[in-house]
């Protein structure tokens, strides 16, 4: 049915914000996080949670069409929920799926919340590394985010040798950067944050800002290889 729907990429790989990007891959994984009240957080703390939002889409064009304003809305609720602006955001970890519909609609929207910030904001995508992982897609970039700002670092978006030209478009007055080596993130400041968005089958938004955290030690002492053959 996906493949009907022409909504899968065509060579298995989620080349994302790429001039190729045609679709999706499919993935398979799980992923969990400890969350604590920092009053009663004793162990290491990796990252803090500061704001989330969810929203719906309502009635759209059809059930996997995004829709562009709700996905801005959702962010910019996450924002004011966390007590941060727009020029506080040093890393964007995109849903991203790859498809010549989705990649365009996104890029649009968080222009529309960041286009007035004076320094520049990474967006990465986790599913050019390992797929979409549908349920678990959204926690796989949540800890992406948490071992990015832990890092302060972010890894390349593969399979995007070239970016859309409808993206650069659309970001030429954005100061958006799509990474295509490591990309390092502000290392003057104390503390860094970074937001991440995951959007439902059925037009469910949802936006998380995270922040770095002084109160712990790395996971691993090496960026992580993202990259997959």
Not at 8 to 32: H, I, M, P, Q, V
């Amino acid at each position: 049915a996906f493949c009907a729907a022409r909504m899968l990429s065509s060579n298995g790989r989620c080349a994302t914000f790429s001039d190729k990007a045609d679709g999706y891959a499919r993935g398979e994984g799980c992923g969990a996080i400890v969350l604590k009240p920092m009053s009663k957080s004793l162990d290491n703390v990796l990252s803090v949670v500061k704001g989330t939002a969810v929203n719906q889409d309502g009635r759209s064009a059809n059930l996997t069409s995004p829709n562009g304003p709700s996905q801005e809305a959702v962010i910019k609720k996450a924002l004011k929920r966390a007590g941060v602006t727009p020029q506080d955001i040093d890393y964007i970890e995109a849903h991203g799926t790859g498809t010549a519909l989705g990649d365009p609609q996104e890029i649009q929207a968080i222009c529309n919340v960041f286009r007035t910030k004076n320094s520049p904001l990474v967006i990465g995508a986790i599913k050019s590394n390992i797929g979409h992982l549908e349920g678990a897609a959204g926690i796989a970039g949540v800890i992406k985010l948490i071992l990015c700002l832990q890092q302060r670092q972010v890894p390349s978006n593969i399979h995007c040798e070239t970016i859309n030209p409808r993206l650069i478009s659309l970001i030429k007055d954005c100061p958006i950067v799509f990474p295509n080596s490591i990309t390092s993130l502000p290392r003057k400041k104390e503390v860094i944050v970074g937001g991440v968005s995951s959007f439902g089958f059925g037009g469910t938004n949802a936006h998380v800002i995270l922040s770095s955290s002084n109160n712990n030690k790395p996971i691993v002492n090496t960026l992580i290889e993202w990259n997959r053959n």
